[in-house]
């Protein structure tokens, strides 16, 4: 039969909260703060070596208390600072609820006036949350 010890029992316990509280200080603190460009370049067989396109990627804007308009609109002046040929935006806008449509719109707005502009839904923005409204 094995024993473990209290000490162990409790150290092990101790472990593994320690962690749980670190993973979920990086989701809360760390990583919706977290603003990054990264450029990648993309040879194609078709286009001249002097011809470039410049492509604007965005996703999870998850815009909440946890990530205000401020922040959502930092994001988007990083991002149009690249000058992009072509915007694309693939989901998850929201993470429960909007709080102010008009601003929130008037935000993204800046996104398809600076260049033509995709977009498609994710899973938080798929109108199954009831908040939407």
């Given amino acids: 039969m094995i024993t473990v010890s209290r000490q162990k029992t409790l150290i092990s316990f101790l472990t593994l909260a320690a962690v749980g509280g670190a993973i979920l200080a990086y989701g809360r603190f760390i990583e919706p703060r977290w603003l990054a460009v990264d450029r990648q370049v993309v040879r194609l067989r078709k286009v001249h070596a002097t011809e470039s396109i410049t492509i604007l990627h965005m996703a999870d804007f998850h815009a909440?208390?946890?990530?205000?308009?401020?922040?959502?609109?930092?994001?988007?002046?990083?991002g149009l600072a690249e000058k992009p040929d072509i915007i694309c935006l693939t989901g998850d806008y929201i993470s429960q609820?909007?709080?102010?449509?008009?601003?929130?719109?008037?935000?993204?707005?800046r996104l398809s006036s600076a260049a033509p502009t995709v977009a498609c839904l994710g899973n938080h923005d798929g109108g199954w949350t009831p908040y939407l409204g």
């Fill in 97 to 109: 609820r909007i709080f102010d449509r008009e601003r929130y719109v008037a935000i993204l707005s």
């Fill in 64 to 78: 909440s208390q946890r990530n205000p308009y401020d922040f959502l609109q930092k994001a988007i002046e990083k």
